[in-house]
């Protein structure tokens, strides 16, 4: 058996696949402290397992600074005169006219930040050599003042890494883990690769402790192969996150996105929105072409202001990440009002301890799902009614900020504007327009406000997939084996790529095809935009897909400005035998397991409630109706029908 499972701030869930094809779902309450507990328990119930797939939030909770997720001692190891370049940075000001905003603190204390006297230059030729004694002592030092882990960053070693391996060599025989930026970050811009190596170091200790506990449990089970999601959309294995778990900083959300181009594919729909509202937050992907739309940049540890990480305000990090935006409106998200009575939703999550007042663990707080239960748009019980809901505590907290069903309803109101907010930010800020894609949505709270949010965009069409509670477990499922390589300003492009590609079936073995990207910007320009690139690589298609994504981005092109690859990127994809989804087997006319008042845009209306897997293939629903499965709710509100599809997708259309 093949389990996947997707580890989340409210819920753990579980998808997995027998010998003989069934296909099974579970879901069980986080452990946000150990969230190896959760994991393991829920195998246990099931069974065990063979083999496991996993998407883990614990790097992004670890540089977030979640209790009991401490970042490590770290060290860095630099070319004289630049062990400040971590505290400088960019000189960005998130707040330009906020006197006491304050720098994210750096990463390594600046006592531990030791410089050496060595040279390369951008060339890659040695200007001076590197002393290896002079590394040996620091080794010492880092040993004698208990560091677990040392990054290091030497000038231009993308373009001659030579002095890097040496001091790798040297260090690994006093410190435990090393991080070279050759291995983690082999690119220009020393800000950005120092920020991407020192924040790589820091989340080593933390990452290959968790899966070392993980992986003596699993063996316990009698699990043989553990995978991981990579915040790319690929699987790689223990050891490529163990040494590079930078990569893993955005597991969870990317498997989601993978699960929707899946989707996307097998239902013919080229254009799609990626909308996956948990427990804790809500994120939006696009996928163009049936292909995730991935960015090389990314800010860690930061803040996000309406979806949009605030530049400055964390540790940037150079690595491929599946294109998201994500923001603190999940089903857990807590309503409060602020010192002028505004009503404001989220960023604090109730997470799955305490949870919603409605869980009855001890939460006194409204969060939307109170809102929803509240105003009758999920039901008293969830999980196929294992967990009962207390309606009666979610009215006790609301009363605290005014009129329940009033404030629930303007609070439900302001999440979807958010939520619709991030998903313009990677639709019209990437030149897309949302009009033109169908709305794809899932996690557990997902479903409840699809339509809502379809409508304040624009968007006409809505897909809500199977088991979409559990869509992002099975988007692991679903994920291919992936692995990355990269080479800094190629003078032959097509000769740069066949060399990486060269490169990874040598490491791999067996690759079944490549995806090609290059880092591009016109000369002089400060910043590149990252194009998928065709074989063979040439430099005038480059620069025609290049140009139409400036156009769509930036509204303009410069034509008389010549076109230079920064980073040519290869990804090498070995394909998995993937589970096909069961189609719906009920039959006849589905029985309406009750009528109910549920609050939609226009007031409170009687609403037919109706079971997921009763409903046969073909069948149209008018709403203003409710269905209700395993481990999610359908909204369908007045003016809207959603039609069963051949998978069993629910298709929303406006009527």
Known sequence: ??????????????????????????????????????????????????????????????????????????????????????????QNRPRLYDPFFEKPKPLVPRDLRFEV???????????????????????????????????????????????????????????????PSYKVAPEPREYERASTTVVNAALMPIVSGYLERLSSGLKELGVVE?????????????????????????????????????????????????????????????????????????????????????????YPVRFPFVDLAEVSAGGGSIIWR???????????????DPGPACYGRGGVKPTITDANLVLGRIGDYILGG????????????????????????????????EMARAIRLVTVERGLDPLEFTLVAFGGAGP???????????????????????FSALGLLLADWRFEARTAHPADLEGAYLKLEEELLRIHGRVDYFVRYADVRYEGQGWEL?????????????RRVFEEKHRAVYGFTLEDRGVEVVVARVFAVIRR?????????????????????????????????????????????????VVEEYDSTTIIPPGWVAVVGDLGELRLEVL
Do not use: C
């Not at 099974?24 to 829920?42: C, D, M, Q």
């Not at 609301?398 to 009033?406: H, I, N």
């Not at 063979?536 to 298609?541: I, N, Q, R």
């Open 577 to 625: 035998v993937k589970p096909s989804l069961p189609k719906p087997v009920a039959r006849g006319e589905p029985k309406v397991r009750e009528a109910r008042k549920a609050y939609f845009k226009d007031g409170w209306a009687t609403a037919p409630v109706y079971w997921r897997d009763d409903l046969p293939l073909g069948y149209r629903l008018e709403g203003p109706a």
């Open 226 to 314: 553990l995978s991981i999601m990579s915040s790319s959309g690929g699987l790689i294995s223990v050891e490529e996150a163990t040494f590079k778990p930078v990569q893993v900083v955005e597991s969870g959300p990317a498997a989601g996105v993978i699960a929707t181009a899946e989707l996307s594919r097998v239902l013919g729909i080229p254009r799609v929105i990626s909308f996956d509202m948990g427990g804790t937050t809500a994120k939006a992907g696009t996928v163009v072409d049936f292909e995730v739309e991935v960015t090389s940049e990314y800010e860690v540890g930061g803040e996000a202001h309406h979806g949009r990480v605030v530049k400055g305000s964390g």
């Open 338 to 352: 602020d010192e002028a009575g505004a009503l404001r939703v989220g960023p604090i999550s109730a997470g799955s």
């Open 530 to 542: 990252t194009v998928p690139v065709s074989r063979p690589a040439m430099v005038e298609d480059v």
């Open 448 to 470: 409840q406000h699809a339509a809502e949010i379809a409508e304040e965009l624009g968007v006409r069409s809505v897909v809500i997939p199977p088991h979409p509670g559990l």
């Open 117 to 179: 006297d060595e040279r390369v230059d951008f060339r890659g030729y040695i200007l001076k050599p590197l002393d290896v004694g002079e590394v040996e002592s620091i080794g010492f030092k880092l040993r004698a003042s208990g560091v677990e882990s040392v990054a290091v960053i030497f000038l231009h070693s993308y373009a001659n890494p030579f002095h890097e391996v040496l001091a790798e060599e040297a260090l690994l025989k006093h410190v435990r883990h090393v991080s």
């Open 386 to 417: 294992k967990v009962k809901l207390d309606r009666g505590s979610s009215i006790k907290a609301f009363q605290a900020l005014g009129d329940p069903e009033v404030t629930a309803w303007d609070a439900i109101s302001i999440a979807n504007l």
């Open 1 to 90: 058996m093949i389990v996947a499972v997707d580890v989340g701030g409210t819920f753990t869930d579980f998808v997995y696949i027998r010998e003989d094809g069934f296909l099974g779902f579970y879901k069980i309450l986080s452990t946000p402290r150990n969230p190896e507990v959760a994991v393991l328990e829920g195998l246990r119930v099931l069974g065990g397992a063979s083999s496991v797939i996993h998407a883990t939030t614990i790097a992004t909770n670890a540089l977030r600074g979640q209790v009991g997720l401490e970042l490590p001692r770290v060290a860095l190891v630099t070319t004289r005169g630049f062990r400040d370049v971590i505290e400088t940075g960019r």
